[in-house]
C-alpha cells in the first residue's frame, strides 16, 4: 500500500525535521544535494490492526528466545556430557554440545529477528538528515577539561598520599594475572600424550567408510583406502582426539617400486600404512596419485612420495610421514604390529 491510496486524514503528521536542506544544482553549484525522496508510510503507520499483529510477532519471538534460554540452561543441568545423539545428516554427535548449540543459536536468532521486525516495521522510518560540523572540541572545552583534570590530579592527593598510590598500582599490575590464570583453562598440558596413538601390536585396521575390519585381499594396487584403529567409533567421546591421531592412508604398491628398503620390511606384500596426518601443520591428506605413488596435502601441497618411505618431494613440511609397521593375523586380517615409531602430525608436536 502507498501513501497514495490512504485517506488524508489517517496519513500521520510529516515531521519538520524529516528532510534535509534541498539545494538545487546549477552552475554555480553541479553537485547539489537533491535532498531525500518522498516518504512512503508502511502499513503499520495508518492501520492500527497491522501494528498489533507486528507487536505480537515481535513479542513471539522474544518469548521463543526466552523459551530456548531456558531450554539451553536445561541441557546443560540435565544432559550428561557423554551422552550421543544421532542427527541426519550429521551422523553421531555430541547430545550436550548439539543441545547447547541448538538453544543458544535460537536464542540469539530470535533476539535478533525480533530486533529487526520491531525496528522495520513499528519504529520510526522517518529519514533524518544531519549537517555535518566539526567533531574538534572548541579551544573553551579543552581547557576547561584540561583544567577539571589537574583539579581532579590534586584534590585526589595522589603524589601525597604514597601509600594509596603504591598499592594502587600494585592492584593494577597484578590484576592481569587473573587472566593469565584463565589460561590454565587451555590445559591440561598434553604431556606425552601426543606421542602415543589408539595403535598397538595385534590391533585390527579398520575401513574407514565401511567400518569393517581390513584384508589384505581387500586392498587393490593403485586404490586409496583410509583406516582407523578396531574399537574406535564415531561416537565415543574422545574419538575426534584420537582419530586426529591415528588415521591412516593404505596404499598397495608392487614391492617392486618400493624404494626404501625399510618401507618394504614394514609392508605386507606391498601393502603400506602412513599417517594421514600431514606433517607441516596437520592438515588430513587425501589426494593420491597411483602412477607415481605420490600423495598431496590439499591444504599447502606438501607432497610425499609413499614408494620411497613417505619422504617430502615437495612444499613446506619438514619431514616424512610416519609409517606404521603392518603385518597379517591368522585369519588374513591387516593388523598393527606396533604404534608409530615417532609422533604423527605437524613436527612441532616432537618436542611435546
Ligand atoms: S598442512 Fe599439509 S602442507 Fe600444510
Redesign the pocket.
Known sequence: MSSQDIPEENLPAEQDHAHGAVTVADDTDPFADPGLPPHEHRVQDIDEQAAKRSERAVALLFTLSMLATVGFIASYVAIPHDQAVYVFPIGHINALNFALGLTLGVALFAIGAGAVHWARTLMSDVEVADERHPIEAAPEVKAKVMADFKQGAKESALGRRKLIRNTMFGALALFPLSGVMLLRDLGPLPGTKLRHTLWSKGKLLVNMNTNEPLRASDVAVGSLTFAKPEGLEEHDEDFQKEIAKAALMIVRIQPDNIKDKRELQWSHEGIVAYSKI??????P?SLYEQQTHHVL??????TFDLSDGARVIF???GHALPQLRIGVNDEGYLEALGDFEEPVG?AFWERG
Open positions: 600431514c606433517t607441516h601443520v596437520g592438515c591428506i596435502c590439499p591444504c599447502h601441497q606438501s612444499g613446506p613440511a605437524p
